[in-house]
């Protein structure tokens, strides 16, 4: 060793020195005094000790699940996952305890002795054998570090003077005084950094050998042991023979304790250090390994909706269990991709949502999420009210009419395909829509109409409403949100009276369309859209808020949000969309399942969509370049009724869904002959179709749909 090397390490040994003589002045006075004065001293060191060193430290990752326990992706700002004492192996315990604090077991966490020895035998080195502090004082100081939140309780959980070492070894007594030996070395097994980005030892042990904290060998867990001083020196991926040297360093020291036999340090010394490193644990959204999009998803309702901070998100250990169903999140990837390449400039969004609860169960879309490629995305898009969603609106409009006392029979007749509203206006043009084709019938009823998705009949309808108030509210009733960026509110459609409202001009969220049809599936209980059943702290508690109430408090559902006989009976006319060969989505239908069915192509086939419905399942599918205007090519019984079928069908192949509760006959009009369109009483909404024509924007998307349904 040089001179000037050597010289440092003395001034070391001369200021370790001084250390140790003022801990005993300072620390050994109130030992003498009797025991009546150690408690009192016990006492008041306890009394000292921060809530930082108390509580459970460290958390480590926040663990996103998905329903059936699997993980989607961590949240963390270290990578460390808590482990209990029984899940580290012994021989990574004595190693560490060996190297750094042979006498861990003797001392109350203060120990001169060890200090002066370790210093003796670095000096004789040249080189750091042994740590100096205890691993109690250890974990003091890594944990006042961790959880610094300023600049000045870093720096003071670093300072190098002798102030910082009395407050250390003041606190690790009263560490002492709190827990037991086997908890103090588990702590600082979990908090202390490793290298390679690993905090604690699973993350050790996973980072570098691919295996569990428990199943750690004899050289693994020296290797580990002595990575603690210097984890950058002596990486073993990047450094392999100091690494090694490192190693048997600790390999002897567990010799000379008698941890270990003189075979074991001769075979294994002789051999190079061996590692079998593994990526880091999945960190975020953009590392999901399912569900990238619904885990962004996930991120902004802990963060939004639940109040939960980032710094809790990333360093509070949380578990956090979703919706999630893996096969259904795969499968409709898979479908997804099958009709729309990945990064294609059409998007292809399959959302599916639980009729009752909420429950958010897949987002897919043709896109990767977060990532900055040609083909990536960081905008949810199946949440995003971007297009307009075409003829599925329609529904809307029906269940406002039989809730107004029109029944499903009632006939409309619209000769030529095209109609004139006498109620809404395209500007100062009267609103004209035509139907998709001229194959329609001149005259139907509202079942015909709905699964051949008659644009001129349900212009007609919603003028026989009078206004189109009731067909919004309904949609809001049902789970549609007007409220967001890009979208109209709800109270100027109705203001504007937008007779296009019908046809699905609407800036629409794929979600919301879900949901908004689980609502019949669900017998008219219309539920918010869930994606978190639960969120446990780092003890496995409900998290709770600032009230003390847990946060998540389960499903946000309205029962009779809609009467139930509406949505049984609308469920059963959208049956025949799918099933019927006269429906738009027949290439949705999937043998031994009922599905209700709707499809919607906006104006110019710039979006399009099909919405299926089961009393367990509700899908959206929708389609359209979220960029720029463009022709899909198709209708919604296309790529969004084949998007449905490719993911619903193997996905159904095990798993039986029910059938919709019969229609009410009143609302069919049984009994009854058909009601025929006419004049009707000019009484509260329906005053609208005896007066002048009103005023406001109707169209939006000229006069062949309104924006919104060309039928299929």
Same mark, same amino acid.
């Given at each position: 060793?040089?001179?000037?090397?050597?010289?440092?390490?003395?001034?070391?040994?001369?200021?370790?020195?001084?250390?140790?003589?003022?801990?005993?002045?300072?620390?050994?006075?109130?030992?003498?005094?009797?025991?009546?004065?150690?408690?009192?001293?016990?006492? @008041?060191?306890?009394?000292?000790?921060?809530?930082?060193?108390?509580?459970?430290?460290?958390?480590?990752?926040?663990?996103?699940?998905?329903?059936?326990?699997?993980?989607?992706?961590?949240?963390?700002?270290?990578?460390?996952?808590?482990?209990? @004492?029984?899940?580290?192996?012994?021989?990574?315990?004595?190693?560490?305890?060996?190297?750094?604090?042979?006498?861990?077991?003797?001392?109350?966490? /203060?120990?001169?002795?060890?200090?002066?020895?370790?210093?003796?035998?670095?000096?004789?080195?040249?080189?750091?054998?042994?740590?100096?502090?205890?691993?109690?004082?250890?974990?003091?100081? &890594?944990?006042?570090?961790?959880?610094?939140?300023?600049?000045?309780?870093?720096?003071?959980?670093?300072?190098?003077?002798?102030?910082?070492?009395?407050?250390?070894?003041?606190?690790?007594?009263?560490?002492?005084?709190?827990?037991?030996?086997?908890?103090?070395?588990?702590?600082?097994?979990?908090?202390?950094?490793?290298? &390679?980005?690993?905090?604690?030892?699973?993350?050790?042990?996973?980072?570098?050998?691919?295996?569990?904290?428990?199943?750690?060998?004899?050289? &693994?867990?020296?290797?580990?042991?002595?990575?603690?001083?210097?984890?950058?020196?002596?990486?073993?991926?990047?450094?392999?023979?100091?690494?090694?040297?490192?190693?048997?360093?600790?390999?002897?020291?567990?010799?000379?304790?008698?941890?270990?036999?003189?075979?074991?340090?001769?075979?294994?010394?002789? &051999?190079?250090?061996?590692?079998?490193?593994?990526?880091?644990?999945?960190?975020?959204?953009?590392?999901?390994?399912?569900?990238?999009?619904?885990?962004?998803?996930?991120?902004?309702?802990?963060?939004?909706?639940?109040?939960?901070?980032?710094?809790? /998100?990333?360093?509070?250990?949380?578990?956090?269990?979703?919706? /999630?169903?893996?096969?259904?999140?795969?499968?409709?990837?898979?479908?997804?991709?099958?009709?729309?390449?990945?990064?294609?400039?059409?998007?292809?969004?399959?959302?599916?949502?639980?009729?009752?609860?909420?429950?958010?169960?897949?987002?897919?879309?043709?896109?990767?999420?977060?990532?900055?490629?040609?083909?990536?995305?960081?905008?949810?898009?199946?949440?995003?009210?971007?297009?307009?969603?075409?003829?599925?609106?329609?529904?809307?409009?029906?269940?406002?009419?039989?809730?107004?006392?029109?029944?499903?029979?009632?006939?409309?007749?619209?000769?030529?395909?095209?109609?004139?509203?006498?109620?809404?206006?395209?500007?100062?043009?009267?609103?004209?829509?035509?139907?998709?084709?001229?194959?329609?019938?001149?005259?139907?009823?509202?079942?015909?109409?709905?699964?051949?998705?008659?644009?001129?009949?349900?212009?007609?309808?919603?003028?026989?409403?009078?206004?189109?108030?009731?067909?919004?509210?309904?949609?809001?009733?049902?789970?549609?949100?007007?409220?967001?960026?890009?979208?109209?509110?709800?109270?100027?459609?109705?203001?504007?009276?937008?007779? @296009?409202?019908?046809?699905?001009?609407?800036?629409?969220?794929?979600?919301?369309?879900?949901?908004?049809?689980?609502?019949?599936?669900?017998?008219?209980?219309?539920?918010?859209?869930?994606?978190?059943?639960?969120?446990?702290?780092?003890?496995?508690?409900? /998290?709770?808020?600032?009230?003390?109430?847990?946060?998540?408090?389960?499903?946000?559902?309205?029962?009779?949000?809609?009467?139930?006989?509406?949505?049984?009976?609308?469920?059963?006319?959208?049956?025949?969309?799918?099933?019927?060969?006269?429906?738009?989505?027949?290439?949705?239908?999937?043998?031994?399942?009922?599905?209700?069915?709707?499809?919607?192509?906006?104006?110019?086939?710039?979006?399009?969509?099909?919405?299926?419905?089961?009393?367990?399942?509700?899908?959206?599918?929708?389609?359209?370049?979220?960029?720029?205007?463009?022709?899909?090519?198709?209708?919604?019984?296309?790529?969004?009724?084949?998007?449905?079928?490719?993911?619903?069908?193997?996905?159904?192949?095990?798993?039986?869904?029910?059938?919709?509760?019969?229609?009410?006959?009143?609302?069919?009009?049984?009994?009854?002959?058909?009601?025929?369109?006419?004049?009707?009483?000019?009484?509260?909404?329906?005053?609208?179709?005896?007066?002048?024509?009103?005023?406001?924007?109707?169209?939006?998307?000229?006069?062949?749909?309104?924006?919104?349904?060309?039928?299929?």
């Amino acid at each position: 060793m040089s001179t000037p090397a050597r010289s440092r390490v003395l001034v070391k040994l001369a200021t370790m020195v001084v250390v140790a003589g003022a801990l005993v002045a300072a620390l050994a006075l109130p030992v003498v005094g009797g025991a009546g004065v150690v408690a009192r001293n016990s006492a @008041s060191l306890l009394d000292a000790l921060p809530v930082e060193l108390t509580d459970a430290t460290p958390a480590g990752n926040s663990r996103v699940l998905a329903a059936d326990g699997s993980l989607i992706t961590n949240f963390y700002a270290n990578n460390r996952t808590v482990v209990t @004492s029984d899940q580290i192996a012994d021989v990574m315990k004595q190693a560490l305890v060996d190297i750094e604090d042979s006498r861990f077991y003797q001392h109350n966490g /203060l120990d001169v002795q060890g200090t002066l020895r370790a210093a003796v035998t670095n000096v004789a080195a040249g080189s750091v054998q042994e740590g100096g502090s205890t691993l109690t004082q250890q974990l003091v100081k &890594q944990t006042l570090l961790e959880t610094a939140d300023t600049a000045e309780d870093r720096q003071a959980a670093t300072e190098q003077d002798i102030g910082r070492k009395l407050r250390e070894a003041r606190l690790a007594l009263a560490l002492e005084e709190t827990y037991d030996k086997d908890e103090i070395l588990t702590r600082y097994l979990n908090i202390v950094y490793f290298g &390679q980005g690993a905090y604690g030892i699973q993350a050790a042990a996973q980072k570098y050998f691919s295996v569990n904290a428990a199943d750690l060998t004899l050289p &693994q867990a020296a290797m580990l042991a002595g990575l603690v001083q210097s984890p950058a020196n002596d990486d073993p991926v990047t450094n392999p023979e100091n690494a090694q040297a490192r190693r048997n360093q600790v390999l002897q020291r567990m010799f000379d304790l008698g941890h270990v036999t003189e075979a074991e340090l001769t075979e294994i010394s002789a &051999q190079p250090v061996q590692v079998a490193p593994s990526p880091n644990a999945p960190n975020g959204c953009i590392d999901a390994t399912v569900g990238g999009f619904f885990c962004a998803y996930v991120a902004g309702y802990l963060t939004g909706t639940l109040g939960i901070s980032q710094e809790q /998100l990333d360093n509070g250990g949380l578990t956090i269990q979703t919706t /999630l169903d893996p096969q259904l999140q795969t499968l409709g990837d898979q479908a997804v991709l099958t009709t729309l390449p990945m990064g294609d400039q059409l998007a292809g969004m399959f959302t599916a949502i639980a009729p009752g609860t909420g429950h958010v169960l897949a987002m897919s879309v043709n896109r990767q999420y977060g990532c900055s490629d040609p083909q990536c995305e960081s905008v949810v898009l199946n949440t995003v009210a971007s297009k307009g969603a075409g003829s599925t609106y329609k529904v809307f409009t029906a269940a406002a009419a039989l809730e107004a006392g029109v029944p499903a029979s009632h006939v409309i007749s619209t000769p030529g395909g095209q109609y004139t509203s006498r109620v809404y206006t395209n500007g100062s043009q009267p609103y004209s829509v035509e139907n998709a084709s001229e194959n329609y019938p001149d005259t139907l009823d509202m079942v015909g109409a709905l699964v051949r998705s008659s644009n001129t009949y349900f212009l007609a309808l919603e003028d026989r409403l009078g206004s189109v108030e009731g067909p919004v509210r309904m949609a809001e009733r049902m789970g549609m949100n007007f409220d967001q960026p890009n979208q109209t509110p709800a109270d100027r459609i109705i203001a504007e009276n937008r007779g @296009s409202f019908t046809l699905g001009a609407e800036a629409t969220s794929p979600l919301d369309l879900a949901n908004a049809y689980a609502t019949l599936g669900a017998q008219g209980t219309q539920c918010d859209p869930v994606p978190v059943l639960q969120v446990l702290d780092r003890n496995g508690e409900p /998290l709770t808020g600032d009230d003390g109430r847990p946060l998540v408090t389960g499903d946000n559902c309205t029962p009779d949000a809609i009467p139930p006989g509406i949505a049984n009976t609308l469920a059963n006319i959208l049956v025949g969309d799918v099933a019927n060969p006269e429906g738009t989505g027949t290439r949705a239908a999937i043998a031994g399942h009922q599905i209700a069915g709707k499809t919607g192509t906006s104006q110019g086939r710039d979006s399009v969509a099909f919405v299926g419905v089961m009393p367990e399942y509700a899908v959206s599918v929708m389609v359209f370049n979220p960029k720029t205007q463009q022709d899909v090519g198709g209708y919604g019984g296309n790529m969004p009724a084949t998007i449905f079928r490719d993911a619903m069908t193997p996905y159904l192949a095990d798993k039986p869904t029910g059938t919709f509760p019969p229609s009410d006959p009143a609302l069919l009009g049984q009994g009854q002959p058909p009601s025929v369109d006419g004049p009707v009483p000019a009484t509260g909404d329906d005053a609208a179709d005896q007066a002048p024509a009103a005023t406001g924007n109707g169209n939006r998307g000229g006069n062949r749909g309104g924006g919104g349904g060309r039928g299929n």
